[in-house]
């Protein structure tokens, strides 16, 4: 297939990128390249991907309308996954037009692309964000997800029900990926995996929230992008039982569908820790605080419909990708 696939610098997008491309799939990658976090990084994910002979990277913002529209026009891609946004949930109690221009605007943009150029499939990334103030654990996409905490929550949600607006109004497939905590081998620099390996190494305490009482459903990067080709394989389709009376959230009466895409093994914080610590053979200095604004305490994922549907679980345990993510670091900054 021709894939375009949006924020093809970024963690997720460039291992996607490389996994289609092995695969032997046409690759349009784009990319804003905004510092949010350090362009080098960027740059070098890209290095992977961008000799290949099916890959093509442009430079573009996906909130430049009219650059969208012909990109779309010119290219007409088979399927798109979206994958672009400004990410972070602390940083959109602070930047939130980043979110609305981006996540928003942006996202609108994608849609008229997908609707205007007869796109079969467009999958996005949503967030383990939407779910808000939900304590039901697991979390399920079956499940009302109306108490965003944060708006970078709130964007995600907003993509979901944009993305049914349009399989409703224009049949356009879209199956939007709810993520849990993506972590492993060039992973981004704002995240935890990152920032505690960094401050473990160079002796400098990291930042606990909630004094450590936190549970993640940490999701190692090659089981999400297992779990995301197996999702564009499939475009989404109609639920024969959905019923407007009892409204089932992740499916509809048109081409829609949300899935979860979790380890569905959520592990303490602390325990995390440990696991890092024994990977890089230093104990941490721990700066215990309170819980952040926009956080939530814990996460998991009920992923029986990503397994039901794709055939697809993700199993690799936080001891395997803490590992890996660790020689991947010290191999990357050079470090013996």
Request: one cysteine or more.
């Amino acid at each position: 297939m021709k894939i375009l696939v949006t924020g093809a610098a970024g963690f997720i997008g460039s291992a996607l990128a490389l996994r289609l491309l092995e695969r032997g799939d046409t690759v349009c990658g784009i990319d804003n390249m905004n510092d949010y976090y350090d362009v080098r990084l960027k740059e070098t994910r890209l290095q992977r991907t961008k000799d290949h002979r099916h890959f093509e990277f442009q430079k573009l913002d996906i909130i430049d309308r009219e650059a969208m529209a012909e990109l779309f026009q010119k290219q007409k891609f088979d399927a798109v996954m979206h994958l672009a946004a400004q990410a972070g949930v602390r940083y959109s109690i602070t930047h939130p037009q980043s979110y609305i221009d981006s996540n928003l605007v942006g996202f609108g943009n994608i849609l008229e692309g997908c609707r205007h150029s007869g796109v079969k499939h467009l999958v996005f990334a949503s967030s383990s964000s939407v779910y808000g103030a939900n304590t039901k654990l697991p979390f399920s996409e079956h499940d009302n997800v109306d108490h965003p905490v944060s708006l970078y929550a709130a964007t995600k949600k907003a993509n979901e029900l944009m993305a049914h607006c349009y399989s409703h109004l224009y049949d356009l497939p879209c199956t939007g990926l709810r993520f849990f905590t993506v972590y492993g081998p060039w992973g981004r620099p704002d995240m935890a995996l990152f920032k505690f390996t960094k401050g473990i190494l160079e002796g400098e305490p990291i930042p606990v929230f909630n004094h450590g009482k936190m549970i993640r459903d940490f999701t190692y990067i090659d089981d999400i992008v297992e779990g995301i080709v197996r999702v564009i394989d499939r475009p989404a389709s109609p639920n024969p039982g959905w019923s407007g009376k009892t409204p089932d959230p992740a499916t509809s009466y048109v081409r829609y569908r949300i899935y979860n895409i979790g380890n569905n093994q959520p592990v303490e914080l602390m325990r995390y820790i440990e696991v890092l610590e024994k990977s890089l053979g230093k104990k941490a200095k721990l700066q215990m605080l309170p819980m952040q604004e926009g956080d939530v305490p814990a996460t998991s994922a009920n992923v029986e419909s990503l397994e039901n549907d794709v055939g697809f679980r993700p199993r690799t345990s936080v001891e395997q990708g803490v590992a890996r993510f660790v020689e991947w670091y010290k191999s990357y900054h050079r470090i013996s």
